[in-house]
């Protein structure tokens, strides 16, 4: 068996990194792709590599004679005009060679497990397509397969079609071709397809001609969770080093993501917060119907916003300031605060990164769970110089919760003594009392002028994506005054349309938070079965562990990453939680809480 590496092309949407040399020069974690690709090459019984070169082919012949100390014989072709045509001429360079072997053809901007090789190589079959089902970051040639792994079709990009995702398999550009396919179809229709459209095209174009006469089977072998991935651009080449590094440091490459893990569809994240019951499929729709117009028209200003926010909670729009998520709020109404601040740890970090830390008065529960109640807050605030005091109930990360009656008997208190309560109420309709809880109504509101009610529409409603959140205060000039301090046009058109549309929808968002505490509470029940985690009751969608044996915090979530591809919180990085070794684990659907068990008891083995 031979391979076939296909290198000429420019890799113009690489940027910098392709200006000096070609797309397999361009290194991954340190790593360029050119040499990981050798390595893996290396463990297979070939009796030859044959590099079609093109774009700075000198200088990977000069690099690769001057470093390669490998077993494989490396044989190189030229592709002398790669600027003006495409793979296709690329391995028409080769086509005597194509047929003296079996052979394995591999395009060289690929990085992808050591597996793979082996999976194609130990197939059966003759003709193999390696092949990955299909998810929105894949772009090329897709192919549809039947229920015998029979390659049918290849969808080239003119051809395909959004509504048919679901049937699609992206080729990974793997391929093992027997030298008899070779030699009595593929060269020939190769030849005559060159001859008749010319040499700017695809080599998968001869494929998708070859599948459509039915005259030879071509398998595909799908490679199920086998990373890979394919590098043509920077932030494809930004994906790929996450995806593939190196196990000590993929948590941390993770992490200052903040978010963004829609690319890593693999990956179950139980780090980031939401209700995984809403919204309902049927709203979804109703979002899809519109998208057209929505992805064209601009969003309405800021008056138009604080209608619907209020529409949406049953609110006075003057006592409502909408913003792009809750964080653009946090950041407002710190920013523009005056005096020391009260503030309970461990906590949310986003209010406190906010101030210098002179400006912030702490609290940390003395006890291992983290709770605390009003009488403990009084307790410790009476007598200091704040202006303002955070509460965020249910806390994050303890899940910690104060009912809404002593909330307002705090609220007064803090009047009392010149004190602005501040209560970020993001996680309150996961509380087992959910539906009387909330402050945001518009008599509560009035009652308690200086009170100042946060929410995040992201978390409990499931929509993070749209990045809502609400400050809401009856005191107008507060709401003013944060208004000019936000962009007039601060949420999309999407937002806005979902804001105009919840109320058909609230029926369906109470039944799912009554799914959601039911979950809560099997969860939990699951998760005490783990010998190595004392699980922190919690009224959030969230729990707060202490990891007491086996682990620290960090080595259980970096085992759960590198070996289940499941992201949970290390909660080192928080105030009041450093070197404690504690996790936050969130609350997702079951068969996902199911899998995390899993996982966590198969690592108690």
């Not at 003119?158 to 995702?165: G, R």
């Not at 995806?243 to 179950?268: D, Q, T």
């Not at 109930?393 to 009047?415: A, H, R, T």
Request: proline residues 4%.
């Amino acid at each position: 068996m031979q391979a076939v590496i296909l290198a000429a092309g420019m890799g113009r949407r690489l940027g910098e990194y392709t200006r000096n040399n070609t797309k397999c020069m361009v290194p991954v974690n340190g790593v360029r792709l050119i040499d990981r690709l050798l390595a893996q090459l290396g463990k297979i019984d070939l009796h030859r590599v044959i590099i079609v070169v093109g774009y700075k082919g000198k200088e990977l012949q000069d690099y690769l004679t001057t470093t390669y100390k490998g077993p494989l014989k490396i044989e190189w072709a030229e592709n002398p005009i790669y600027d003006k045509t495409n793979n296709i001429y690329s391995l028409s360079m080769v086509k005597d060679e194509l047929q003296e072997d079996d052979t394995l053809l591999i395009e060289s901007d690929l990085i992808f497990g050591d597996s793979l090789f082996p999976m194609i190589v130990n197939n059966p079959n003759p003709n193999v397509a390696l092949v990955a089902k299909y998810e929105p970051w894949m772009d090329g040639t897709m192919v549809r397969i039947d229920a015998d792994d029979n390659i049918v079709s290849f969808v080239p990009r003119k051809a395909f079609n959004y509504a048919e995702v679901d049937r699609y398999y992206k080729t990974v550009n793997i391929y093992k071709f027997s030298r008899q396919f070779l030699t009595e179809v593929y060269v020939p229709f190769l030849t005559a397809y060159s001859q008749v459209m010319g040499n700017n095209d695809y080599y998968e174009q001869v494929l998708r001609v070859v599948t459509s006469l039915d005259r030879v089977e071509m398998k595909a072998l799908e490679i199920g969770d086998e990373r890979w991935y394919e590098i043509d651009d920077a932030q494809d080449l930004d994906i790929a080093s996450t995806i593939f590094a190196p196990e000590h440091e993929r948590l941390s490459m993770f992490n200052r993501r903040f978010g963004g893990y829609w690319r890593f569809p693999k990956m179950l994240d139980f780090c980031y917060l939401v209700n995984p019951f809403f919204p309902p499929k049927r709203m979804k729709d109703e979002l899809q119907a519109n998208f057209d117009v929505l992805l064209t028209e601009y969003p309405s200003g800021m008056a138009v916003n604080s209608l619907l926010a209020g529409k949406y909670f049953g609110i006075h729009q003057d006592q409502v300031v909408v913003g792009n998520g809750a964080a653009e709020l946090i950041k407002s109404l710190m920013e523009n605060s005056e005096g020391r601040v009260g503030v309970v740890y461990p906590t949310f970090e986003e209010y406190p990164n906010r101030l210098p830390a002179e400006r912030i008065e702490k609290f940390v529960p003395a006890n291992p769970d983290y709770t605390y109640t009003v009488a403990d807050l009084q307790r410790h605030f009476d007598g200091k110089d704040i202006k303002m005091l955070l509460l965020i109930n249910p806390d994050n990360p303890s899940g910690n919760f104060i009912s809404k009656e002593d909330v307002l008997n705090l609220e007064q208190w803090c009047v009392a003594r010149g004190i602005r309560l501040v209560v970020d109420e993001s996680f309150v309709d996961f509380a087992d009392d959910w539906a009387t809880s909330s402050l945001l109504n518009e008599a509560t509101l009035t009652e308690h002028p200086q009170m100042i009610v946060m929410k995040s529409i992201s978390k409990s409603y499931g929509v993070p994506g749209l990045r809502l959140g609400v400050l809401a205060t009856a005191d107008t000039y507060l709401i003013v005054r944060l208004k000019k301090d936000v962009s007039i046009w601060n949420i999309n058109s999407f937002a806005e349309f979902y804001l105009q549309i919840f109320n058909k929808y609230e029926s369906m968002y109470r039944e799912a938070c009554g799914k959601f505490v039911a979950e809560r509470k099997r969860f939990f029940e699951k998760l005490n079965e783990i010998s190595y985690l004392r699980v922190i009751p919690s009224q959030a969608n969230y729990f707060l562990c202490e990891v007491t044996s086996r682990f620290t915090a960090n080595e259980l979530t970096e085992q759960l990453l590198n070996k289940y591809n499941i992201l949970i919180k290390d909660c080192n990085n928080k105030n009041a939680l450093k070197g404690k070794n504690y996790v936050r684990i969130a609350i997702r659907n079951t068969g996902d809480n199911d899998t995390l068990v899993l996982a966590l008891k198969n690592l108690e083995k």
